[in-house]
């Protein structure tokens, strides 16, 4: 008996470090999805470096206690998949919210950003923001358009000094 409280410790405890290292976690309801539908999903995770694992919901329940994430008892039940991501906030989000669109039978429930226990529509909210790099792509454009304009502008001086003396 005690090889199997053993076992389910060790998997709580690997659950907590998964909570810990992640920057953003999120709950998800997979049930109603086919085997193609499922390995299409962990693909396109794994491709963004997202960990997608199935653990049993009392599992996750202790360990989430452990973190002293409230709230979450109620996630907890059915199905349930969570994605790690230790490095990207919005990826999970992002991909779990499009495949949802275009899978009804995936359902996001909650999340945890950050360390914070968030709601399906801080999670929803999540997935509306840029990537990374669609924000740095941003700032780069608001950062040029200044240097930009000089350019202009020095250059319209230069041609009308230029058919002045001409």
Do not use: W
């Amino acid at each position: 008996m005690s090889k199997i409280i053993e076992a389910k410790q060790s998997v709580v405890n690997e659950i907590t470090e998964k909570l810990t290292n992640s920057v953003s976690t999120v709950i998800v309801d997979y049930r109603g999805l086919n085997v193609a539908e499922i390995t299409e999903l962990r693909k396109q995770l794994r491709e963004a470096g997202i960990d997608f694992k199935v653990y049993k919901n009392s599992l996750m329940r202790r360990a989430a206690a452990e973190k002293n994430f409230d709230g979450l008892d109620e996630v907890f039940t059915g199905p349930n998949a969570i994605a790690f991501s230790n490095e990207d906030v919005v990826a999970p989000a992002k991909i779990l919210n499009d495949f949802a669109k275009d899978h009804e039978a995936l359902e996001i429930k909650a999340g945890i950003i950050e360390g914070t226990v968030s709601s399906l529509e801080e999670v929803k909210a999540i997935a509306t923001l840029p990537s990374r790099e669609g924000l740095l792509s941003m700032v780069c454009s608001a950062l040029q358009a200044p240097v930009r304009n000089l350019a202009l502008v020095t250059k319209a001086v230069a041609d009308q000094k230029t058919e002045q003396e001409a």
